[in-house]
Every structure is written in structure tokens, then in C-alpha cells.
């Protein structure tokens, strides 16, 4: 049986009112829950697996049409999120119009959060909840026999017009008991990141779930039961990426640093194997104390993303962060003094947020001082705690990232939290917290100082000029 894994172009089309100018400057990174359900397929006997990255690849549709037409697979597998639906559908229209016949699975975010809505899609032919490797396996497994299908958990679909969702099972507890991601499937090294020293470049899972409960996020998928991979496993993987020629990793965690003991064992065992490669990570500023940034400096940690989002204890409070200003400064301060570079994250247009709290997030920036700073508008998200309490209290009167599940519109636009900050505010403070924290000549003399090479001074000038010019 052919397996075709597809990761269809991201146009972002219902969030072209949220500019993020540095994210869209960062370059292709690879579509890693593909890579592991490739890794786990590759497994299974029977099947012949092939991942199609289309971004990566810049294939238009056509182009996309040849592709699937040359390998004219059994089944077709793509993640849908709510923001990419548009690409989902025009791949899967692709697909059904080369042959009926090719059974299409989708899986991901918004498959679990609306898996009878994603199966009313027109082609649509399965959706996959919740951790995927397992159900995506045994959906292929029985893929003709509807009766064993419905013993198969994590998975929705129709049989005899009746809509089937048979549960989700519980998360997968070992990790390592997974096989590392397919890279070997897909063009690797033409993975790149605006961030990145060195190439090529690629990104890691350590763990899944996060613990913790901002109000904004959520990650129905892999769930907020904290899963960790061993040290072993993890650097035994990274040794696997270093062998292919990979000189820079991405660990994608929510929270890399949620351990902080299992943090020192894979510093400690990249420096026993004398491993060579730089790496960033994501962190939260109540996980980090002196022992582990030196631990992290020591193995070759470059970078270290902290989720800030807000320049107040109010708002902090209203997401339900969990930190504290003073808190986030000595940390930023600290992992700069050990030599680590910084990249915060902030958000505006949370409930209660006035322009003179986004205004004092500006100054909070500039006293951190990161290297880089991201700025994303808040969107109440569907299945967020932000959304679904807002709902409740009648402050969002209908749910209306169900109606555009069951009715996708190419015309609908996102809806940020304007009961204080209008549309054009929110658009106003976010370009000015870009330059007034970009456009300092004492940031630009910095960032200036430390470009090694002409690729270098050419990425992030492009970036510069896009965010003065916006």
C-alpha cells in the first residue's frame, strides 16, 4: 500500500490580520508530525511511505498535482490546523480529482477539535485524533473493514451515513518507545531559519504535553500531561542529525526546561559524546536557575526562547502566565551574562488590556533587551480557555470557529479581543512595538557587531527593512 504524507503550502489566508513580520521572515522549518508518523509507518510491513513537503519544496498546485499523479498512492495524509483549512482543501480537491478512490486521512489540531465537521469537508475521508502514529497505523491496517476500524482508537469517519468517533486513548506514555522522525524523506537540508548561524537546520520533539495553563494556548493533541523522552534517546537522536550534516537544531518543546535534572543529563551526555552542533530552545523564565543555563552554554545551547507576553502584572495575571516581571528580567539578564542569546515573546490585545498596558510591554521589552523579539496579536483560539470562557459568559455571543468549521469562508477574518482595543489599534501598537524596539541605534550597532558572514547581514536586513517599512 502506498502512503503519501503531504504538507500543503500555508497561505495563513484567515490570519493575514495578524501580522507576525519576524515569524514570516524565519524561513521553512520541516513538518515534523509528518516526520514521526513517517518514522512509525516506515515500521509497519506493507507500506511504502513518501513525504511531500511543499512548502520546502515552493510547489505550486499544478506542481503538486504532478507530484501525486507520479506516485499515485492508496491514501493520502495531511495536518489540518484551523488557519491552514483553505490549503488542506485545495490539496484534497487535487487529490480526489486524479482518482475517487484515494482514501484521504487528516489529522492534527482542528481534526480533534471538530473531527465531524473536518469529516463533512468535501473528500474528506478520515480524521485522526489526538496523538496520531498508532491510529494512523491501524487505520491502514484495516482500511476495507469498517467493523475492525471502529476497535481502532483516536480515529472518526462515516460508515453507512453514520458518523463514527471511537475515542481517544490515553497519550502515549514512552516516547522512546517511538522511532525518531523520517528526515531522510524530505530535502533537509534546505530547512532554514532566519535565526539560524549555521545550516543546515532542523527541529526536535524532546517531550510532549505542557503542564502548565495559560489562558491562550492550547494543545488538544498531546494534551497537558507532561511526557518526556530520556536523555539517551533524545541525544541519540541528535547524534543521528549531526551524521546527516545538520549543524543547528530547534527543540520544539512547549517547555524544553520542565525537568530541570533531565535538562543537566542531556547536557551532560552531548558533552560525554563531544557532540558538535548549536541548538535553541523554548523555556520559561520559572524553569531556569544559574546550574542549568551553564549546563545548557556548556553543551552548545545558542538560544533560548522565552514566552513573556506581557510588560504588566495585570495582564500577566489575566493569561495566567505564572510569572512575574521582576522574575523575567534577573533571568534574562542571567542567561545573557552566561552567554546565551535571548528571544522573547510578547502578545498584545489580551482581555482587560489597555494601550497604556501594551505601552508599558514596549519599555518592558527594551529593558529586557533580547536579541529578537516577537509580536503576535491575541486570538481566542478555538478549544482555548480564553474562547471557551468568554462563550460561557456570553462576552463572545455565538462560537464562531464552529460555524466556520462547518462552513469554511474564504472571506472570514480572525477575530481578535476588541472590547477595549479596536482592529486598528491593535494593528497601530503592534507595528510600533516592532519599531520602537527594532529601530535603536544602540540594538542596530549590536546586532551589527555580531553578523559573521554576508548571509547573515542579508537575512536580517530583510527582515529590518520589512519591519521599517511596514
Known amino acids: ?36 508518523l513517517a518514522g512509525y509507518l516506515e515500521k509497519q510491513p506493507g507500506l511504502e511511505i513518501k513525504v511531500l513537503d511543499t512548502q520546502v519544496e515552493k510547489l505550486d498546485y499544478r506542481q ?24 488542506v482543501l485545495e490539496v484534497v480537491k487535487i487529490v480526489k480529482k486524479i482518482s475517487p478512490t484515494i482514501k484521504v486521512a487528516l489529522g492534527g489540531p482542528h481534526a480533534h477539535i471538530y473531527p465531524k465537521e473536518t469529516l463533512d469537508l468535501p473528500g474528506v475521508d478520515f480524521a485522526i485524533l489526538g496523538e496520531g502514529e498508532a491510529a494512523l497505523a491501524g487505520l491502514l491496517a484495516n482500511i476495507n473493514q469498517p467493523e475492525k476500524l471502529k476497535m481502532v482508537k483516536n480515529l472518526a469517519f462515516k460508515h453507512n451515513g453514520q458518523f463514527i468517533n471511537t475515542g481517544v486513548q ?8 517511538l522511532p525518531f522522525p523520517a528526515r531522510h524523506l524530505v530535502p533537509y537540508k534546505k530547512y532554514t531559519n532566519l535565526l539560524a548561524k549555521k545550516t543546515p537546520h532542523t527541529t526536535m520533539f524532546t517531550s510532549r504535553g505542557c503542564p ?55 547536557c551532560d551526555e552531548i558533552q560525554r559524546r563531544g557532540l558538535k552542533f548549536t541548538w535553541d530552545i523554548r523555556a520559561r523564565v520559572n524553569t531556569v536557575d544559574e546550574e542549568v543555563l551553564t549546563k545548557l552554554k556548556a553543551a552548545g545551547c545558542e538560544r533560548i526562547h522565552y514566552g513573556v507576553e506581557a510588560g504588566t502584572e495585570k495582564i500577566l495575571k489575566v493569561l495566567n502566565k505564572g510569572i512575574h516581571l521582576d522574575q523575567a528580567l534577573a533571568v534574562f539578564r542571567l542567561t545573557q551574562k552566561i552567554g546565551i542569546s535571548t528571544f522573547a515573546y510578547f502578545m498584545i490585545g489580551a482581555p482587560e488590556e489597555t494601550k497604556a498596558d501594551v505601552l508599558a510591554s514596549i519599555e518592558f521589552a527594551k529593558k529586557l533587551n533580547p536579541a529578537f523579539v516577537q509580536v503576535t496579536t491575541l486570538t481566542p483560539f478555538p ?23 462547518r462552513h469554511p469562508k474564504r472571506d472570514f477574518q480572525t477575530p481578535h479581543w476588541t472590547k477595549i482595543l479596536s482592529e486598528e489599534e491593535l494593528r497601530e ?11 535603536r541605534p544602540g540594538y542596530i550597532f549590536k546586532q551589527l557587531l555580531q553578523i559573521r558572514s554576508l548571509g547573515e547581514l542579508i537575512k536580517k536586513s530583510k527582515a529590518g527593512l520589512k519591519i521599517i517599512f511596514s
Open 1 to 36: 500500500m502506498k502512503i503519501l504524507l503531504i504538507s500543503p503550502p500555508d497561505s495563513n489566508e484567515i490570519l493575514s490580520c495578524n501580522p507576525e513580520l519576524v515569524k514570516k521572515e524565519r524561513g521553512c522549518d520541516p513538518p515534523l508530525g509528518l516526520l514521526y
Open 64 to 87: 503538486i498535482e504532478e507530484r501525486v499523479r507520479e506516485f499515485m498512492p492508496d491514501v493520502v495524509g495531511m495536518t489540518i490546523m484551523t488557519f491552514t483549512i483553505f490549503d
Open 170 to 177: 490515553d497519550f502515549i506514555k514512552d516516547l522512546d518507545s
Open 212 to 266: 502548565y495553563q495559560c489562558t491562550f494556548c492550547d494543545r488538544p493533541t498531546m494534551g497537558r500531561f507532561f511526557r518526556a523522552r530520556s536523555a539517551k534517546n533524545i541525544v541519540d537522536e541528535m547524534a543521528q542529525c549531526v551524521k546527516m550534516g545538520i549543524e543547528e537544531i530547534f527543540i520544539y518543546d512547549d517547555t524544553f526546561t520542565v525537568d530541570r535534572q533531565r535538562v543537566i543529563a542531556i
Open 383 to 405: 478549544a482555548t480557555k480564553i474562547y471557551l470562557d468568554a462563550l460561557a459568559t456570553g462576552q463572545i455571543s455565538n462560537d464562531y470557529w464552529l460555524e466556520f468549521a
Open 429 to 439: 501598537l503592534s507595528t510600533r512595538f516592532y519599531k520602537e524596539f527594532y529601530v
